[in-house]
């Protein structure tokens, strides 16, 4: 069972534009964690979002969670070819668990 | 600092064959875990230790998949006897098990298994 569904699955645009990624889940989660992989590599961690409506930035990159803390979403503004990968959120797991259910992912391509 | 290492980088094996995958996790993580990735269904979570200690294997698909951690600075994953449906990317990650679960996991690169 998939806990976790990002949307959308597949994006591609031109540099400069702007997106938005966005990670479902009918579970609530304390946390939630933001990872982006590129190709032959493992996932690298962007940022962990743990309070409900919080924002964060990372440069271009901003994270939202949910109020009720069962979604979050992940807007690039004008983005760039280096942003190209694929977009992974992850919910920790059972409350003692340290396991983390990683979401079905976005694979993104900015096109030059 | 040195990060997850694990090895090989890529294994091509017959079927039928026993496939062994590596992992040294980071120097004091004390949890490690290891998960398979493919197209059809993502990254998918196969077994995870704490203090060495095998947690939770409901992910290992079969009897055919084993894990251990002999100790805290290296783990593997057995495959035996391999089938081509077990061709993915392996990953393995550690992280600093604390009082909260949302600490972050470090990942390898991965090894690219393919079985023919």
């Known amino acids: 069972t998939q806990l976790l569904e990002q949307s959308p699955q597949f994006l591609s645009i031109q540099e400069g534009e702007n997106l938005t990624v966005y990670c479902n889940s009918s579970s609530v989660f304390s946390s939630l964690q933001w990872y982006r992989q590129e190709p032959g590599e493992g996932p690298v961690l962007l940022v962990t979002v743990v309070t409900g409506g919080e924002v964060k930035k990372l440069k271009r990159l901003t994270f939202q969670f949910g109020d009720a803390r069962k979604d979050s979403s992940l807007h690039i503004t004008a983005a760039q070819p280096g942003d190209t990968g694929l977009y992974l959120c992850a919910g920790d797991g059972p409350f003692g668990a340290n396991n983390l259910f990683f979401g079905t992912g976005t694979r993104l391509t900015v096109i030059p | 600092d040195a990060g997850v290492i694990q090895s090989p980088r890529h294994e091509v094996t017959e079927m039928g064959q026993e496939v062994t995958l590596r992992c040294k996790p980071i120097?004091?993580?004390?949890?490690l875990f290891w998960y398979r990735q493919t197209m059809m269904r993502g990254l998918e979570l196969l077994i995870y230790?704490?203090?060495?200690?095998?947690?939770?294997d409901s992910g290992m698909p079969e009897d055919r998949f084993s894990a251990k951690m002999p100790n805290a600075s290296f783990s593997t994953l057995k495959i035996q006897p391999s089938e081509p449906r077990d061709s993915a990317v392996y990953f393995c990650a550690s992280s600093l098990r604390g009082s909260h679960s949302n600490q972050p996991q470090h990942f390898g690169d991965g090894t690219r298994l393919s079985i023919l």
């Open positions: 230790f704490n203090n060495n200690v095998p947690i939770d």
């Open positions: 120097s004091g993580h004390n949890s």
